[in-house]
């Protein structure tokens, strides 16, 4: 389902399948997507007025997985390599001929900003380090934590990327620069974040929280339970979008909660 100015608008990709998701969208309206077969194969596709075109699918992988897409049209992923018995790191720039990005062995990518910057991490024998692809044509640079730590990157905007920190079975969240700068942790899991570095997340009486660079906050405080999926920049029309479920779940962007 796509929604423009608050009209739905039903997604059908020419050859149906047992299952289908939107995974991203752009401010263009260009929807990022996949229909799974039966066996759970998928073809991931990109949707732009009212065309579907199928990303092709780099040789050597299978079981493609895409997560995100940027306003450029990039598109980043996974593919399990039946070789080496791992997932592995691909880009489809302005989602056309797939690109691997160079990556040892475990790595895998969740995020890409409008730059182009993707964010994963690489499995080790101690548990997880995030990773940093400022480039295409070379390995990604450490993202790290608290020492010990199992670092998992979940999405990046602008110069900030938000992830999971693991110690001994202690979660933190965790905001951080792409140079490797920690900014700042919290006790809680973090949903989004937006190009100013305003982070959200469900304090422990389950509200959503949106915390401000500057150390202000606000609640976005509607009836039922509300998951941010996507942080607004300030000072636009609206303030986030995600899930809100009261009674029935629903699709639900957020305005005026920050004044």
């Avoid at 790191?89 to 993707?118: E, Q, Y």
């Avoid at 974040?193 to 915390?211: H, K, L, M, P, Q």
Wanted: net charge negative.
């Amino acid at each position: 389902m796509l929604w423009t100015e608050g009209e739905p608008q039903v997604l059908e990709p020419p050859s149906p399948g047992d299952y289908m998701i939107a995974t991203d969208v752009n401010s263009k309206g260009t929807v990022l997507g996949a229909t799974m077969d039966a066996d759970w194969h998928a073809r991931p596709w990109l949707y732009s007025k009212g065309t579907f075109r199928y990303l092709e699918v780099p040789a050597g992988l299978q079981a493609i997985s895409v997560m995100a897409l940027n306003e450029r049209g990039d598109v980043v992923g996974n593919g399990f390599d039946s070789v080496t018995g791992y997932w592995a790191p691909v880009v489809w720039p302005a989602g056309r001929t797939p690109l691997r990005l160079p990556a040892d062995i475990g790595s895998r990518a969740v995020d890409i900003n409008d730059a182009g910057v993707v964010v994963g991490s690489v499995a080790t024998e101690h548990g997880a380090t995030g990773l940093v692809w400022k480039r295409w044509d070379a390995k990604g640079s450490p993202l790290t934590g608290t020492a010990g730590a199992r670092v998992e990157p979940i999405a990046i905007a602008g110069n900030y990327v938000t992830g999971d920190q693991d110690l001994n079975g202690v979660y933190t969240g965790t905001l951080w620069t792409t140079q490797n700068r920690v900014i700042v942790s919290y006790p809680h899991r973090l949903d989004a974040v937006n190009t100013a570095g305003d982070v959200a997340y469900f304090d422990d009486e389950v509200r959503t929280i949106v915390s401000r660079r500057d150390g202000t906050q606000y609640v976005i405080d509607t009836p039922g339970e509300n998951s941010v999926k996507h942080l607004f920049e300030p000072g636009g029309t609206y303030d986030a979008a995600g899930n809100r479920e009261y009674l029935v779940g629903r699709a639900v962007v957020w305005s005026g909660c920050s004044s």
